[in-house]
């Protein structure tokens, strides 16, 4: 019968996301971008003075010091491009995991919840063991999309023990 009004307001800056009949996401990243895709109805997505209404299967964002974007499909897929060392095998137990995915995801780099700036760029440090590791990379969009990579790693950090023979010695 009565009806209610669902509100989130983001920490940091002024951007809200209400609905009264629709189901939406938001995301943000700690650093003033935030991003809304509703899924079903309608989402008013206001920053900066601006109001957007955002229907369901569209997406809309609001960069640092920014009014929110025209509200855009929703991709059916979501980018995500992952920058690795060129060789598999390394004596490094620091890897730097660096990409992009769309502005606004939630991204995970070996489980653990990583920062993407306004742009959707990330760059991450991760320290593995020694041995075998698969580094396993996950985003999930606004639009509730997802998208994975993942990549082997073989971590050797300790020298081998070896003993050289010289033909010289008595």
């Not at 990243?29 to 569209?58: M, Y």
């Not at 995915?101 to 991204?107: F, M, Q, T």
């Amino acid at each position: 019968g009565d009806r209610h009004t669902f509100e989130v307001k983001a920490t940091q800056g002024d951007a809200v996301a209400r609905t009264d009949a629709g189901t939406f996401t938001i995301s943000h990243n700690g650093a003033g971008t935030v991003a809304v895709g509703a899924q079903e109805g309608e989402v008013e997505f206001l920053g900066r003075g601006k109001v957007v209404i955002v229907r369901a299967g569209q997406g809309s964002i609001i960069r640092p010091g920014e009014a929110p974007s025209d509200p855009a499909p929703l991709p059916a897929s979501l980018l995500l491009k992952v920058a690795l060392p060129a060789s598999t095998s390394t004596n490094r137990p620091r890897i730097i995991v660096s990409g992009q995915v769309a502005p606004g995801s939630h991204l995970t780099v070996a489980g653990r919840a990583a920062a993407v700036d306004a742009a959707g760029n990330f760059k991450v440090p991760v320290l593995l063991q020694d041995g075998k590791h698969t580094l396993q990379v996950k985003a999930l969009g606004v639009g509730a999309q997802t998208a994975e990579s993942n990549h082997a790693f073989d971590v050797k950090t300790r020298m081998r023990k070896t003993t050289i023979k010289s033909p010289f010695a008595p």
